[in-house]
């Protein structure tokens, strides 16, 4: 497996543009489609985060987003998960012997990922027609700091997936273990339900 940080962020910006103009659906196979998968999570995510801050919807709308992001925020790291499992396997890092990386490879392309939804939605801003010259501005500012930390992002995946095969630095998976989404972990579920754990 061929682990590339630029072609991943390029895929990134490509399928944000792509998923505001159709149907939004993860394609292909291996670590590419977990990547896919891991940013339609955080497309689903940001587009219900900005419903769930509306305050002219009432109670359901608001409700239904609230959950959706539940679900969305736990298969999002879910894929962070399967990603750096598959880069495991791919790249066999060291177990000892050299510094280990408190960040994962998933865990930057997941920041990736958010990344180019904030390129995409900045853009949006700075070129919003019925918006104040001062807020295009100010927006305008922000969006190029954004593309400045995408490329240094890129660059720091590139250099711990080179650092990793060449054994000079490693990584664990790191599981998050969600406990608000599970009912035998969150104590205000399974106390409704009546149950004990063991």
């Not at 940013?39 to 985060?49: D, M, S």
């Not at 992002?153 to 664990?172: M, N």
């Amino acid at each position: 497996m061929i682990i590339d940080a630029t072609q991943i962020a390029q895929l990134q910006l490509q399928l944000t543009t792509q998923w505001h103009e159709t149907t939004p659906a993860a394609e292909g196979t291996g670590l590419l489609r977990l990547v896919q998968e891991n940013h339609l999570r955080n497309f689903q995510l940001w587009h219900e985060e900005d419903i769930a801050r509306r305050e002219d919807l009432g109670f359901e709308p608001i409700y239904r987003a609230k959950r959706a992001i539940d679900r969305y925020n736990q298969e999002r790291n879910n894929f962070i998960e399967q990603m750096d499992q598959a880069m495991v396997l791919a790249l066999s890092p060291a177990e000892s012997g050299c510094p280990r990386n408190s960040e994962t490879p998933g865990m930057m392309i997941d920041r990736l990922s958010i990344l180019a939804l904030k390129e995409y939605h900045m853009a949006e801003e700075a070129n919003r027609a019925d918006a104040s010259a001062d807020h295009r501005e100010k927006c305008a500012a922000k969006l190029a700091r954004i593309r400045v930390q995408r490329g240094d992002l890129t660059q720091c995946l590139a250099e711990i997936v080179a650092d990793v095969i060449a054994r000079r630095r490693t990584f664990s998976v790191y599981f998050q273990f969600k406990m608000y989404n599970d009912p035998a972990l969150n104590p205000q579920l399974y106390r409704a339900a009546g149950t004990t754990q063991n």
